[in-house]
């Protein structure tokens, strides 16, 4: 499960999810990912995770574009090189991800620490988003 969101869920962005209150993936999932390793990507996934008693791979606060970049105070030098961090970490990170998406919540998250955590050296995006990355 990977987008926008907060710690009530994941944001069901572009559709009619009335039901849901915008949500996607909320309180009302949660008897279905009980017995599961979940990977959760979104902003405040970790509160979502711990509240609910969820296991698996998720995430903090996930820094994907320019505008949240700015909000958390992520360093870069101006807005052409920020955009280029926020691209260059979302590639990263979705290409390790999808690498890895078959195999257990621990190895993924292991996996994405390591090799992302590569790309962290020289990206400030990635650092700040690995940072935020946690196994449950």
């Known amino acids: 499960m990977m987008g ?3 710690p009530h869920g994941l944001f069901s962005i572009g559709w009619d999810w009335k039901d849901y209150d915008g949500f996607i993936i909320n309180i009302s999932m949660v008897k279905y990912l009980k017995d599961k ?7 405040n996934a970790d509160q979502f995770v ?3 008693g969820l296991k698996g791979f998720y995430s903090g606060m996930f820094v994907s574009e320019l505008s949240e970049a700015y909000y958390c105070r992520v360093p870069f030098i101006s807005p052409i090189i920020g ?7 979302n590639e990263k990170f979705s290409e390790i991800v999808s690498r890895h998406i078959r195999k257990t919540a621990k190895t993924i998250y292991e996996s994405v ?3 992302y955590g590569l790309l962290a050296e020289t990206n400030p ?5 690995n940072q935020r990355l946690y196994l449950r």
């Open 125 to 129: 995006v990635a650092l700040y988003n």
């Open 50 to 52: 711990n509240y609910h």
């Open 4 to 6: 926008h969101g907060s």
């Open 83 to 89: 955009r280029g961090y926020v691209k260059e970490s």
């Open 37 to 43: 390793d979940c990977v959760c990507i979104w902003c």
């Open 113 to 115: 620490r390591q090799e």
